[in-house]
């Protein structure tokens, strides 16, 4: 049996804090698309649920908010791919046991535009 070890030297890693949202959620859908990442809707604090999309620029480390099209929601769904962020579904504010309170919607989101697209509902 043979052992040996190789020194690796120390890398010293810079931690820079970002700039914080004004406001927290919980359940919120969140995804990243170049050097910005977004929270869509999501449980504010007060229990309601949020109708804006938060995004954060790396590039400025500064957040913006914008509306969004549909109905806010907590636990929905997002996926990125290369034809544009797709997310939808969860459920609105109620019971959450409540079968009328879960959302069927589906949606595109253009990063790169800001153009929102409403798809065919999920079955």
Same mark, same amino acid.
């Given at each position: 049996?043979?052992? +040996?070890?190789?020194?690796?030297?120390?890398?010293?890693?810079?931690?820079?804090?970002?700039? +914080?949202?004004?406001?927290?959620? !919980?359940?919120?859908?969140?995804?990243?698309?170049?050097?910005? !990442?977004?929270?869509?809707?999501?449980?504010?604090?007060?229990?309601?649920? *949020?109708?804006?999309?938060?995004?954060?620029?790396?590039?400025?480390?500064?957040? *913006?908010?914008?509306? @969004?099209?549909?109905?806010?929601? !907590?636990?929905?769904?997002?996926?990125?791919?290369?034809? #544009?962020?797709?997310? #939808? =579904?969860?459920?609105?504010e109620g019971? @959450?046991?409540?079968?009328?309170?879960?959302?069927?919607?589906?949606?595109?989101?253009?990063? +790169?535009? #800001?153009?929102?697209?409403? =798809? !065919?509902?999920?079955?």
């Amino acid at each position: 049996m043979l052992c +040996a070890c190789t020194h690796v030297p120390e890398m010293e890693v810079v931690v820079h804090e970002c700039a +914080a949202p004004w406001e927290g959620r !919980a359940c919120a859908m969140t995804f990243a698309v170049g050097n910005k !990442a977004y929270v869509v809707s999501g449980r504010l604090q007060n229990q309601h649920y *949020s109708t804006t999309m938060l995004c954060y620029d790396a590039a400025t480390d500064t957040w *913006s908010d914008a509306a @969004i099209p549909f109905s806010p929601r !907590a636990n929905g769904t997002v996926c990125v791919t290369s034809q #544009g962020v797709f997310m #939808g =579904l969860g459920y609105k504010e109620g019971y @959450i046991y409540d079968e009328q309170n879960y959302l069927h919607d589906w949606w595109r989101f253009d990063p +790169a535009t #800001g153009q929102w697209t409403q =798809l !065919a509902d999920y079955p």
